[in-house]
């Protein structure tokens, strides 16, 4: 149910739900002071209660309520990158923020998103937690119909438009002396380079069996159909998904991700197309995974991957 920036704010303060853009993925808002509706975010998702959420705020300032320190970096990341996709990690007061909020860990996460209705509506309400607005372990959310085909057409929607990013944001921790990815998104860590000097290494892999970030252990982004992605596979397959620029047998549903040579676009329509499988009741799809494996194609690779239980 489409709902404008007023009845958003007036929810969110009154203590419910409701379901914003972000430049990223839609999002599940609840009010940072709402514990009942932190907990019905949690509820409606289906979402295990260790699985900690982000915080999203307005003004990158507000974190220092929260946060012990900011560690080396964190001002210039801060200046350069937000609002945009970034999530940063920080160690906090634990009595300042709600264990649900970060299911009991001595850190929470930070962002603020880049989508001016939504900028709007945290300058209103003051921080508000954010996880993507789909079930939990189905694919993200980049349009307002996916939402409201995963909680109903009577749920509160702010629209905003197809997202323009299409992946979640890259989640950056801090481990003495240099931060490091813990989930890859819609920044290559060579982003990071003109800033910090450095690319951030890839923690998530590293740390693949506990994972600094507690959602990377957990079933993700899978739509009912199998997906197979090896190429000896394609012809077991009633559809393929693949690139513009190149021929696949005839035969078959064809679906495209966009072009090989632009990995933002491919990024922007993974879920959509992920989602669009089991909207048409496919049981089956290959996926063409012959495409580079640098940078935002990495955290596309990641996606693919993790949808296909690997
Ligand atoms: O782009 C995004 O980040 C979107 C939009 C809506 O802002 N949000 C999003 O939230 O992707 P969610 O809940 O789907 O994913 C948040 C991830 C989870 O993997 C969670 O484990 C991790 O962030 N996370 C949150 N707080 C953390 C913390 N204190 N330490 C480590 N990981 C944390
Ligand atoms: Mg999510």
């Not at 002071?33 to 900690?52: D, H, S, T």
């Not at 012809?235 to 620029?245: D, R, S, T, Y």
């Amino acid at each position: 149910m489409k709902i404008d920036v007023s009845e958003a704010v007036s929810l969110l303060n009154q203590g419910e739900v409701a379901a914003l853009p972000t430049e990223t993925v839609y999002g599940l808002a609840a009010s940072l002071n709402q514990p009942g509706a932190i907990k019905k975010v949690f509820e409606l998702k289906g979402r295990p209660m260790v699985n900690p959420l982000i915080i999203h705020l307005a003004d990158w300032q507000e974190i220092e309520a929260y946060a012990l320190d900011f560690p080396p970096g964190f001002e210039r990341l801060a200046e350069a990158f937000w609002p945009g996709p970034l999530t940063l990690i920080l160690p906090i007061y634990p009595e300042r923020i709600d264990p649900l909020v970060r299911a009991d860990l001595p850190t929470a996460g930070f962002r603020i998103p880049a989508h001016p209705l939504t900028f709007k509506v945290l300058q209103e309400t003051g921080p508000l937690v954010m996880p993507s607005a789909n079930l939990s372990g189905k694919p993200s959310s980049t349009q307002s119909e996916h939402v409201e085909h995963d909680f109903g057409a009577d749920f509160p929607v702010l629209y905003g438009g197809s997202c323009m990013r299409g992946l979640e944001s890259t989640i950056l921790y801090y481990q003495e002396p240099f931060w490091g990815v813990v989930r890859m998104g819609s920044l290559a860590p060579h982003a990071f380079q003109d800033i910090l000097g450095y690319e951030p290494l890839n923690l998530a892999a590293a740390t693949a069996s506990k994972p600094i970030c507690p959602g990377q252990l957990l079933r993700h982004y899978a739509p009912q159909a199998i997906l197979l992605l090896d190429p000896i596979e394609m012809n077991l397959a009633p559809c393929l998904i693949g690139f513009k620029e190149r021929a696949y047998p005839q035969d078959r549903r064809l679906l495209l991700l966009g072009s090989i040579e632009d990995p933002g676009e491919v990024a922007l329509h993974l879920y959509q197309l992920l989602r669009q499988l089991d909207r048409e009741g496919i049981a089956a799809a290959w996926i063409d995974m012959d495409f580079p494996r640098d940078g935002l194609w990495a955290s596309i690779a990641e996606r693919l991957l993790r949808a296909a239980g690997r």
